[in-house]
């Protein structure tokens, strides 16, 4: 079985420009997450989806951070503009309904 | 929701067994205890989960004490391969859905 895909791998930005991750969750999970890992740290839950609508965003900075799950399939997290504390491991992770989750190898985000 | 309080680092001899302690002692009645493991550069790693009962796969067992306030993960027979961060998360419930929060996680050393 595929397991998740996230593009790019590593991505280096100046503070104040735009950044978009993408992702591509195992076929047929319905339940979609993005986490922010900070270095030395776990993994924060920024967003989750069920399907294409929104389950949980509590933790998304939204005023520079948006999400997006077209058709319930693939998603992408675009950060705009960026900040010095973004620097981070972006992962992607997806699961049947709410259970055990399969994650991505996270896109590093380092911005000077 | 119930927090974790795990070592911050642990070294294990490889061939020997790695018991991994996790304290958990305001989890509830109906919060379970997953462990999740993650190797350098990639995503977290589902390894295990229980209730109330201690459960045994593939990859290891898992010992919950019987006030469940702490448990413990056993990696048998330790590899190097099994150098990781390892996460023990109880499970919370949020807006219906299962929502899993990682902590610091114990580092695991296994050497030569």
């Known amino acids: 079985e595929a397991g998740v895909a996230q593009s790019p791998r590593y991505k280096i930005i100046e503070k104040r420009q735009s950044v978009a991750f993408w992702c591509n969750p195992i076929?047929?999970?319905?339940?979609l997450y993005w986490y922010q890992q900070i270095l030395g740290q776990g993994p924060k839950l920024l967003i989750q989806f069920q399907n294409n609508g929104v389950v949980d965003d509590s933790q998304l900075p939204k005023d520079r951070f948006s999400a997006e799950r077209l058709k319930g399939v693939d998603s992408t997290l675009k950060i705009q503009p960026a900040k010095l504390e973004d620097s981070a491991v972006y992962l992607c992770?997806?699961?049947?309904?709410?259970?055990?989750?399969?994650f991505g190898p996270g896109t590093r985000l380092t911005v000077l | 929701d119930a927090k974790t309080t795990q070592p911050p680092s642990m070294d294990c001899a490889e061939g020997r067994a790695a018991n991994l302690p996790c304290n958990h002692s305001?989890?509830?009645?109906?919060?379970?205890v997953y462990w999740y493991r993650q190797i350098h550069s990639q995503g977290p790693q589902y390894i295990i989960h229980g209730l109330k009962n201690n459960e045994t796969n593939e990859m290891a067992s898992l010992i919950i004490t019987e006030d469940r306030k702490s448990s413990t993960l056993i990696l048998p027979h330790a590899t190097l391969r099994d150098t990781a961060v390892y996460y023990c998360i109880v499970r919370v419930l949020s807006t219906g859905f299962q929502k899993l929060v990682f902590g610091t996680g114990t580092r695991l050393l296994v050497s030569p």
């Open positions: 076929s047929g999970h319905a339940t």
């Open positions: 305001t989890i509830s009645g109906n919060e379970y």
């Open positions: 992770a997806s699961s049947i309904h709410s259970g055990e989750r399969f």
